[in-house]
Every structure is written in structure tokens, then in C-alpha cells.
């Protein structure tokens, strides 16, 4: 059992199974004493109240939940310590595994085989093999990277376009604001899984959209976005919809969650949605790879995973 | 440009682009003049009449259109001569697709997710990951060995069965009738690749439906037939699922297609209907293969993919 507290801090999030499985290895405080607990040196945090980090003398890891870390760098009185993205093995196979799932269901027209089955209508339409179909992932580090090699093996054709230069086997990449044009230009269906920076909000808008491949085999471009909400406008996607940008949607993320019941997004024909449930964060699987970096680092081991203060991701 | 003539003979079918691109390589003829033909040397059939290829005293060789040659064992003046089943590596990756974008719409919810969404209800359900679920490939030939290697990349364990013992690195394979049960209790979703024969006929009704494992992550067992549509018994699938036995069905094949307007299938909440498309038998992918196996035969060299007379597929 390890010396360093454990202070966990987060809103719209219930902490219960986090505090019990972090208990078992180490002492878990709690807001409001734990904020100012000097035997905190942990924070697991997501979404935490701005400054609610600020009084912890002996602080030295922030952990957070969740791949996205934009949550953290909305603190303007956030300590000066390493952050760590927890990132389980666990929750690529779960993204991999919705971006896989939603590329095919575009891929293979299963809105267009829904609508018919409601109308009992038998009718075929062409349907292109996958290696006619070009995948082009926004957000090209450890999730963009393993939904690559998963549609690859399916035989899809894969692009990758991230902030710098990056390379991987079969996949044609682009990067920076110079490569997106082309990036999207060779892309049918675009996969979002950036982070949330300033230079990435409000991205994925009407001219964005407007820039991917329709005139492709299957008869138009598609928008999967389970990176951050608000990377996305969502009025510009309906519009995009509407006027034939793009033929159709899958968004795992939103503006603001849960999606507001006024949202036009849930009754929208060709939107498919799902509340943020892409690639879940069961702290079964987060909690122990969380506590072996505690340990390792009183080790005096190096920290893996640590966020870019600079880039914001 | 070889000799020997083409006879096209088909029903339920329109032969046109078939017959245009044969025609670059050989001389095609059809019925009813083709029949009678004495310089066919072969025929290219789907579901043709019995009867159809007793008067060609020169037929070399059957070739069958799709991976099922059930129907071309329905006609009792079958000619002695080989049959092979026309396979190209595209049939392959469509089944493929397939298998893996019906796996996944089931492993992740989709149908509830989109009843959630009709109801503008933002919740997530528990999810398993990949590796907690266990699909199981009735039907272990080249199809059902693809879709094996897909789910094993997604993480998904798969169990595989066929007729005669067969094994494939990752997969825990049963076979015969005596291995059936074992297969099925140890299966969340059964994937049917079967061929049709007198021994696999209904072979999915409501017993084998019930030994499924429904005692699992996903809280119950699915179905997914793109094998053949009379492996199944309709009304059977239809009360399982009623019953709980099965949770959800995919379904691409049925007992007569079209499927009919009066089928309750159509409109059960619980079952997806896709009209024979798992594997489009597109002949852009197929005829050059074809054509390349009459070549090479005239060259007098082996055929490929010959279908079992006595094993009936």
C-alpha cells in the first residue's frame, strides 16, 4: 500500500466505483476536506471545479478520466504538475470497436436497409466492396492509430491527418492545416477522434463538410465524430445534411451533454446517435494500470501517457 | 478467345451482365436454342430448370453463380460431369462485412440504442468489450474462416463448427452432430454459414435456438443467417425471440424470397432484414475467374474450388 492520498474530484460523474477500487490500494479522500488534504499527492479528476486543485501543497500527478483532458485545462488555477491520461487497452478495443461499427453500418447502408425493411420493400442496392470505400481519421495518435489497423484488415482504404507529422503501415497520411484540404478531398467517410484544443474547436463545420469526397461509390460523404462535442458545429452538420454534403451521421459527442430533448440532431433521419458511450471508461479496467503508475513513480520510475501541457492534448 | 461455347441458364436472375462479359472471351448462347447446343462445353447456371443441361452431349463443366450449389442439386438430370462453385476473393470480403457489421450491430447495442434515440432517452447501457463475447460460425469452410480472422482482430473470441473436424489458430472448433450442443452452449452469437444439404435443412429452429448461451454480457443470445434461408424455421426464430430464447436476429436469407409482405419478420422489433445481400455475386469480380478456370482446364490443368457431389456442397 502506498503512502501518497488519493483525492478524487469530478461533476457529472458518480465517483462510487472509482473510490472503491482505488480503496483497495490506497487512502481515497473526498471535497470538501480532501481539498485540502497536504497527504494528497493524486488527483483523479474529471470535469473538477476550477481552483479545487489549488490547495494541495504536496500534489505531484493529476490522473484523468477519459482519453479528452480539455476538462482539466479549463482550470485557470491548475497546479503545475505532470497530467496523466488514463488509457487502458481496454478503451482503444472499445473505440475501435464503435468506429469499426459505424463505418460498416454507413458502409453497408444500413439506414437505407432500415427504412426499407419498415416500408417491406426487397430491393438491393449496388453495394461497393470495401476497398472502394476511402476512411480518412482525424486524430491520428493511439485510438486513430489501432481503428486504422482494424478497418485496414477489412479491407478499407485508410487516411490519417493529425497536428504533425505521423506515419503508419498502409495508411496514407496528411498533416497540419496545409494537408487537411487534400486530407478530406480523399476521404468518404470522415472519422473524428481529435482532442479538444483551441486550434480544433468548432472544426468540423458547414465548410469542413463541404471539402470530403461525395462523388464516391457510395453516393455521398459521412461524418463520425466520437472524439469531443464541441469540435463540432451542430447546426452546420444539419444544414450539411440537409443539403446533400454529407448523406449521413453518427455522433457519439455533443455541444452539450446530454444532447438537450430539443436537439433536431434525435429525430434527424440520417443522424445516428449515441450519449458518449463510444468508448466507456470502466474503472475496472482504468483503475489498476492507475495505481501500478503510482507505484512506479514512487519508484522513481518514468510516468507514461503524460498530456503536452503545451499542445492542450 | 477458347472454343468451347457458354450456356447461360438461370431463373430468378437477369443474366445481362453475366452474358456481356463472357461474351468478350467466348461465344455465349441461351435458351431455348443453347440448350440444344452441342459445342457448349459450359454451363453457367442459377436455379435452372431441371432438366436444362441433359441435352448438351459435349458439357464440360457446371459452373455455379454464388457459393450456395444447393439449387443446382435440385434437378434430378443433373449431369455427371464437375461442378465448380464460382468464389472470388470479393465474395469473400462482402461476407466477411458483413458477419462483422451485424456482430458488431448486436455486441453494441444498436437496436436498443436506436429505439433510445426515437425516444430522445440519453442513457448508456452496460457494455461488455469484444473479449466477453463468444460467436460462434456454423459453417467453417472460406467464408466462415475470413469471418473468423476479422472477429479474432476485433478481439471477439469465435467458436467454430462444421461437418468434418477442422481447425483454425484462435478458434475453438466442434464438429458433427455429436459436437453441436457443446458449440452451442458455448456460443453468445451464432453466425450461420452453412450450406443447404438434406442434413443441414431447418436445422435452425427453436431446440438450437434455446441451447444457445443467453446467460452472458449482453444478457441473451442473437442470430445471423447468411447462409442459406431454408437452414431456418421462420415461425421458430419468431417465437425464440418472442420467448427470450434469442434477444435479436440478422437475417439476409429466408425460405422464399422475396421475402413476403405477410412475413411477421418484417415487422418484428427485434429482427434486421437484409434481401439476400450479405455477398453480392457481382460479375465485374467473377467472370474472370470463371473464365480463367476454362482456360487453364483447356490448358488441361486441375480445377479449383469443385464442389462435392456426395457431401452435396
Redesign the interface.
Known sequence: MGNGRVLISCQEFNPRRWHQLLSRSRTVVLEPDGARDPSVEYAVVWKHRPGALSKLPNLKIIFSVGAGVDHIFADPDLPDVPIVRVVAD?LT??M???V??RV??H??Q?MA??A??AR?T???PP?P???AIHVGIMGFGTLGRAAAK?LL???FKVNGWSRSPRSAEGVNTFHGADGLDAFLGATDILVSLLPLTPATRGIIDYALLGKLNRDNALGGAFLINAGRGRLQKSADIVRALDDGLIKEASLDVFET???P?TSPL??HPKV??????AA?SDPVHLVPPMLAQMDAFERGETLRNLVDREAGY
Do not use: I
Open positions: 481496454n478495443q472499445y475501435t470497436e464503435y469499426v461499427w460498416l453500418d458502409h453497408r444500413g436497409y432500415r426499407q425493411q417491406r426487397w430491393h438491393e453495394q466492396p470495401a476497398d482494424a484488415a477489412l479491407g451533454e446530454p444532447l430533448k434525435w429525430a445516428f446517435v449515441t450519449p458518449h458511450a466507456t
